[in-house]
Nanobody, 128 residues
């Protein structure tokens, strides 16, 4: 059974940085796609970035491009999200997700319902 465990959230001042981690277990993930989402109170779950585990191909949504970077650590089965220049509006619960296939040009990867597995989330709070 796939398990995803996020870590690295916390409280940071505006302009600061955090690195989120998602430790994945229970499968061989070489053919998987991994995604990061966030959800602020009263808002829908928002896609941030995705990575194909096998090829390393990445996608970032425009709103975080240049500030957030998704990457994977193959030996440790971990996906990271480096977040720089954080803003108060980045405050949310951040989730890691896994899909048992790679993403392609069709943007299903941006839809929460496309993913098969989810972590429990990690809180990120950015103070002004």
């Amino acid at each position: 059974q796939v398990q995803l465990v996020e870590s690295g959230g916390g409280l940071v001042q505006a302009g600061g940085s955090l690195r989120l981690s998602c430790a994945a277990s229970g499968r061989t993930f070489s053919r998987y796609a991994m995604g990061w989402f966030r959800q602020a109170p009263g808002k829908v779950r928002e896609f941030l970035a995705a990575i194909n585990w096998g090829t390393g191909n990445v996608l970032h949504t425009d709103s975080v491009k240049g500030r957030f970077t998704i990457s994977r650590d193959i030996p440790n089965n971990t996906v990271h999200m480096q977040m720089n220049s954080l803003k108060p509006e980045d405050t949310a619960v951040y989730y890691c997700a896994a899909k048992s296939q790679s993403f392609s040009g069709i943007p299903y990867y941006s839809l929460p319902g496309w993913y098969d597995y989810w972590g429990q989330g990690t809180q990120v709070t950015v103070s002004s």
